[in-house]
T-cell receptor, first 111, second 114 residues
């Protein structure tokens, strides 16, 4: 059973378009992280959200944590080819910092 | 900017051989994690260290995998013997405080078992 479901699994869009990817679970998480991973590299941390309903912005990226701390979304405005990559969400449970990762959304932005 | 170092970046080995990966976390980070990432999947935790102690190795296949962090700094993950199904990216991550959940990943070691 996948604890964190990410959708869509694949997304191919044109430069300048907006997009939203989702991370859903039936479990409550104490915090949730979003990472971007490029082929052959390790994931790079983008943001951590910890409070239900929290919204964080990172330039053209907007992250939201659901009120019940079970889901999250990532919205990208005016996507650019440099946004291409695998977007992973990861939820933390318990006190030991262990993360549960989703399978990721593979985004391709065409110029 | 401080980074997690891993070596080698790529490793090709034959099944039944032994293989080892090395990780040097960001200086001062007490917690170190080893993950395995199969193509098309998210990373899955293999083992977590707090300083030199294992905190969680429940998902580590202990019949063939071993991990150590003797001085609480760098770490080695070993597979012996390697199997075809071990082909994956092996990622090391570190975090500064156990409860922050913000983990910083190294570039990974891509293992191919033939």
């Amino acid at each position: 059973t996948q604890l964190l479901e990410q959708s869509p699994q694949f997304l191919s869009i044109q430069e300048g378009e907006n997009l939203t990817v989702y991370c859903n679970s039936s479990s409550v998480f104490s915090s949730l992280q979003w990472y971007r991973q490029e082929p052959g590299e390790g994931p790079v941390l983008l943001v951590t959200v910890v409070t239900g309903g929290e919204v964080k912005k990172l330039k053209r990226l907007t992250f939201q944590f659901g009120d019940a701390r079970k889901d999250s979304s990532l919205h990208i405005t005016a996507a650019q080819p440099g946004d291409t990559g695998l977007y992973l969400c990861a939820g933390a449970r318990g006190s030991q910092g262990n993360l549960i990762f989703g399978k990721g959304t593979k985004l391709s932005v065409k110029p | 900017e401080a980074e997690v170092a891993q070596s080698p970046r790529y490793k090709i080995t034959e099944k039944s051989q032994a293989v080892a990966f090395w990780c040097d976390p960001i200086s001062g980070h007490a917690t170190l994690y080893w993950y395995r990432q199969i193509l098309g999947q998210g990373p899955e935790l293999l083992v977590q260290f707090q300083d030199e102690s294992v905190v969680d190795d429940s998902q580590l296949p202990k019949d063939r995998f071993s991990a150590e962090r003797l001085k609480g700094v760098d770490s080695t993950l070993k597979i012996q013997p390697a199997e075809l199904g071990d082909s994956a990216m092996y990622l090391c991550a570190s975090s500064p405080i156990r409860a922050t959940y913000e983990q910083y990943f190294g570039p990974g070691t891509r293992l191919t078992v033939t």
